[in-house]
């Protein structure tokens, strides 16, 4: 069975930093792009990060570009994303899946996703 499985979301104050996971089972991850997308109440879906099969190109939506970094451990099937320098608008259910870039756009959740992990950020 194809799972996804989010986790390292919490409470953190403004400025702060956490650090996300994303474990698979059932599927080889190396063979596919990985990334996050969140969405908060009251908005649409807004996909954040996205990183290529092998690691080597990394895509970030411009308000986590700079803040945000998008890593993967082929070996140990895992994808993370490092959040820094928290915002309060970065509120939001952060779900990791796969992802793909075609005619410039990204898309997310096309094939796997995971449930989520909250992630807030408040004074």
């Known amino acids: 069975q194809v799972q996804l499985v989010e986790s390292g979301g919490g409470l953190v104050q403004p400025g702060g930093s956490l650090r996300l996971s994303c474990a698979a089972s059932g599927f080889t991850l190396d063979y596919y792009a990985i990334g996050w997308f969140r969405q908060a109440p009251g908005r649409e879906r807004e996909g954040v990060s996205c990183?290529?099969?092998?690691?080597?190109?990394?895509y970030y939506t411009d308000s986590a570009r700079g803040r945000f970094t998008i890593s993967r451990d082929n070996a140990k099937n895992t994808v993370f994303l490092q959040m820094n320098s928290l915002k309060p608008e970065d509120t939001a259910v952060y779900y990791c899946?796969?992802?793909?870039?075609?005619?410039?756009?990204?898309?997310?959740?096309?094939?796997?996703w995971g449930k989520g992990t909250l992630v807030t950020v408040s004074s």
């Open positions: 899946a796969d992802c793909t870039v075609v005619a410039g756009t990204y898309y997310y959740g096309m094939d796997y």
């Open positions: 990183i290529s099969n092998s690691g080597g190109s990394t």
